[in-house]
């Protein structure tokens, strides 16, 4: 009796570890990236009207950032496809159906991906290749 249980319960363990992980994609939401389908559904003409219906968050002002007005930024600065494209209002000039997605990269992460000069953020840009 003793020794049923003990192959019934091994065999349970065997069982147990030999089955394989169920993957189920993610679609999670990610208060920090704006996706494709996100931005195709907003209908948005331009990056800038996409952001504004979808995370206005991104576009809110983030107060003086250092003790030097003259080095101070309080808007996050624009990166498209890696490199620096310019001030948050080049965001209108990037037509919505070119952009495959755009991430928010807070000032720590900004500084740490692109360098200092970032201490208002990174509207970061990828657009469809």
């Known amino acids: 009796m003793v020794r049923s249980r003990w192959i019934v319960a091994a065999g349970l363990v065997l069982v147990i570890c030999c089955t ?3 993957v189920v994609p993610s679609s999670a939401y990610d208060a920090q990236t704006i996706t494709e389908q996100e931005i195709v ?3 948005a ?3 800038y009207e996409a952001i504004q219906r ?3 968050n991104f576009l809110s002002y983030r107060g003086e950032t250092s003790f030097y007005l003259s080095h101070s930024k309080s808007m996050p600065t624009v990166y498209v496809d890696e490199q620096r494209y310019g001030e948050i209002t080049v965001l209108e000039n990037i037509p919505a159906q ?5 991430h928010l ?3 720590w992460e900004a500084t740490t991906k692109y ?3 970032n201490t208002a953020g990174v509207i970061a840009v990828t657009t469809r290749r």
């Open 20 to 22: 394989t992980a169920r």
């Open 41 to 43: 559904a907003s209908n």
């Open 45 to 47: 003409i331009n990056a």
């Open 54 to 56: 979808l995370r206005s």
């Open 98 to 102: 070119q952009v495959a997605s755009i």
């Open 105 to 107: 990269y807070r000032a």
């Open 115 to 117: 360098g200092t000069g």
